[in-house]
Every structure is written in C-alpha cells, then in structure tokens.
T-cell receptor, first 112, second 109 residues
Framework: ETGVTQTPRHLVMGMTNKKSLKCEQHLGHNAMYWYKQSAKKPLELMFVYNFKEQTENNSVPSRFSPECPNSSHLFLHLHTLQPEDSALYLCASSQPSYNEQFFGPGTRLTVL | GIQVEQSPPDLILQEGANSTLRCNFSDSVNNLQWFHQNPWGQLINLFYIPSGTKQNGRLSATTVATERYSLLYISSSQTTDSGVYFC???????????FGTGTSLTVIP
C-alpha cells in the first residue's frame, strides 16, 4: 500500500464512547500531523509529531489524545466527545526538512 | 499566526473556460502548497511552490514570495476539476502550516 492511509473512513459515536483513529504512512517520512476540518471552515492543525516527539499542540481539548508509537503510525484517541467535534479528521505526513505534506483520505466523524 | 486569504471564495465555470485563483498571505513563508479537495474529502497535492512557476498539464502555479501571493491557473477546465482548492503556507519561523479558506470551484458541462 502506498501513500497515507486512515481508518476508519467513517465513524459514528456517542458522547460517552471511546474510539481511536489510525493513520499510517508508507512514504518514509518523519513528521506526522492531525488536522480537523469542520464544515465551511479551513483546516485547523491539531498536533504535530517529529521523529515520534510531539512538537505542536494547538490548544486542543484533552478529550483528544494523540499517540505516535513510531514514525509510520499516528493515532488519535477520542473520549467523551461533544457534538461540535463532528468533523473530517485528516492525517498528513512530510519530511521535517522538506515540508511538502501528503494527506490521507480522512475520517468523517459524527458525534451524537 | 499567519493570515491566508483566498479569492474568489466561489467560482462557477463553463467547461473549457480558464480561471485564476489567488492566495494572499500576511507574512514571510518557507513553503506553500496548493491542494485540490475532491467531494470525498481527499486532499490531492497539486503544487509545492515556495517560489517561482511550475506547470503540470492544464494547471500551473506562480508564487511571488516577496509580494506574498500565489496564483493557480486552470486552463480548459473540466467537470472533474470541480471541488475546493486550498493553499497552505508554512511560516518562516516554524513548522506549522496555515490553510486558507479555499475556493469552491464548480465546472458545468
């Protein structure tokens, strides 16, 4: 498999559920990103990892918890979300020194 | 942060027409990318163009970093060009991309 993959592609969850989003990149990159795209809004950067270390956290609520076990995998753990967290969640990767980003297909999340 | 403004916000074209999309940014940038987001949400890389001009088929892009803008040209548009076009910039001082609000393009047959 090539590029950046994300699973699941669609997710519906209740406010009391716990779920995780997974991202995997097959490009040999060392930086990975989570973005949130709400309807009619630009993409908002949530987290950045460089060489498995978190380097950016854009004031994201603690109900979103990222995990980066290695340079190829990135997770976003979700718990006690709110309906306003419903959005498209996009993962991207790049080389830290050459920052052309490549995106996965996204997970469309609905919180009931 | 850095402000990224795209114009026009919406554009409707007849198939075969040409168009120019603009991206203005408020500060010095290291990198700039243009993306096409298809109706399923996938962001497709069009150009990585921190400066200069590049061409890829019917698409071309020009970035004038000193004047803080970039242009995306679409020639002989096709219905498959429909979608939202985003530019994203990385500020000179850090490892963070800022996205514009996008231009929503509809190409009608």
């Amino acid at each position: 498999e090539t590029g950046v993959t994300q699973t699941p592609r669609h997710l519906v969850m209740g406010m009391t559920n716990k779920k995780s989003l997974k991202c995997e990149q097959h490009l040999g990159h060392n930086a990975m990103y989570w973005y949130k795209q709400s309807a009619k809004k630009p993409l908002e950067l949530m987290f950045v990892y460089n060489f498995k270390e978190q380097t950016e956290n854009n004031s994201v609520p603690s109900r979103f918890s990222p995990e980066c076990p290695n340079s190829s995998h990135l997770f976003l753990h979700l718990h006690t979300l709110q309906p306003e967290d419903s959005a498209l969640y996009l993962c991207a990767s790049s080389q830290p020194s050459y920052n052309e980003q490549f995106f996965g297909p996204g997970t469309r999340l609905t919180v009931l | 942060g850095i402000q990224v403004e795209q114009s026009p916000p919406d554009l409707i074209l007849q198939e075969g027409a040409n168009s120019t999309l603009r991206c203005n940014f408020s500060d010095s940038v290291n990198n700039l990318q243009w993306f096409h987001q298809n109706p399923w949400g996938q962001l497709i890389n069009l150009f990585y163009i921190p400066s200069g001009t590049k061409q890829n088929g019917r698409l071309s892009a020009t970035t004038v970093a000193t004047e803080r803008y970039s242009l995306l040209y679409i020639s002989s548009s096709q219905t498959t060009d429909s979608g939202v076009y985003f530019c994203a910039v990385e500020r000179a001082s850090g490892n963070q991309f800022y996205f514009g609000t996008g231009t929503s393009l509809t190409v009608i047959p």
